[in-house]
Structures are given as C-alpha cells and as structure tokens.
C-alpha cells in the first residue's frame, strides 16, 4: 500500500526538484547547447543603405551559427553612405568595421544589398578573392553588374564560423574597396 503512494510523490518531487534547478541554474541542456546558443553578438548601426544592413545582418545571421549581429548602440560596425573613393571597409578587428557604401557602385547597377553584405564580411574577418566568381560574397565587384548573389558561400559562412568560435583570431584584414567591374 505504501508503494502505491509513494512512486507518484517521488515522481513529484523529482518533477520539483528538476524545475527549481532549471529556474535557478538553467536548463540541463545548456551545457551541450549547439554554437547557436553560445553566439557571440556584434552590434552594427547604419546611417545608410539601412534597410540593406538589416537585410545583410540576417543573411549573415542565417549562415553563421557562432555569430549574432544586431542593430544597436555601442556598435563595433558602422555603416555609412558616401560617394566616390569606391565601397570599402576598414576593419578594426574582428566583428569591428567602419564601411562606406559607395553610391556611384550602386548607381553604376551593382547590387546595393551584395555591397554591404561584402562589406561586412570584411568586418567579420574574410579577406577578398577578386576571382570573378558570383558565388563567392567576398569575389566583390569582379563578378561584374549582374551577379546578384548576397550570401557567403559555405566556404565564406565556415571561416566567419571558425572565427567567431575562437578557433582562429583577426586583427585586421586591410583596407577594402569594392573592386569595379
């Protein structure tokens, strides 16, 4: 008789017990959370092409588990409109950067959302390749006018996830501009 009251009040306390310890150390489970848990956050502003840096900040977010940009104060990557000397980014180290969208490369039909996008790779530790290659984010400008891709490759998305998993560190990958087609 004993036994039949006192399997479900174990079961009880046990249920108890497991959610006070969730409320006040977390979740069991966050120990052998994915790298997504453990992103490292990047605050970015936009004084231009904004509504670009959103869109580029999601593409990045997307493919890039061990990183989460964000919009907001104290921002490490600063994003602003100007016109002449070309797009470019001088990275201040990893996840800094201070980029200039050119208007004249959007004017001249490359894609606005690829230049930022480009842009912010740099930010985020990649160097360019200038192979002409659509395909490749970091390829820039050589891809010409009509590329209109605006993702990292897997290649791209895997060195900023290395990056930003500690694995490898960057102090600074140069100054870019947006190589014109």
């Not at 052998?32 to 992103?39: D, F, H, K, T, V």
């Not at 006018?145 to 490898?168: D, H, I, K």
Request: net charge positive; with cysteine; glycine share 12%.
């Amino acid at each position: 008789m004993v036994e039949k009251f006192a399997r479900p009040l174990v079961g009880a306390l046990f249920t108890t017990f497991a959610l006070l310890a969730t409320v006040l150390v977390g979740p069991a489970s966050a120990a052998a959370a994915p790298p997504s848990a453990m992103a490292r956050t990047v605050y970015y502003s936009a004084s231009g092409y904004s509504a670009e840096a959103d869109q580029a900040a999601q593409i990045w977010n997307s493919r890039v588990p061990n990183l989460r940009l964000v919009r907001g104060s104290g921002a490490t990557i600063r994003i602003s409109a100007t016109t002449g000397g070309g797009s470019r980014a001088y990275p201040c180290g990893l996840g800094c950067a201070t980029i200039y969208i050119d208007t004249r490369d959007v004017a001249a039909g490359h894609s606005s959302l690829r230049i930022v996008a480009h842009e912010i790779g740099h930010g985020l530790g990649l160097p360019d390749t200038y192979n002409g290659i659509c395909s490749y984010l970091m390829s820039g400008g050589s891809a010409g006018t009509s590329c209109r891709s605006t993702y990292p490759n897997a290649q791209e998305a895997n060195r900023v996830n290395q990056l930003f998993a500690g694995l490898s560190t960057v102090t600074s990958v140069g100054t870019d501009v947006y190589a014109r087609s």
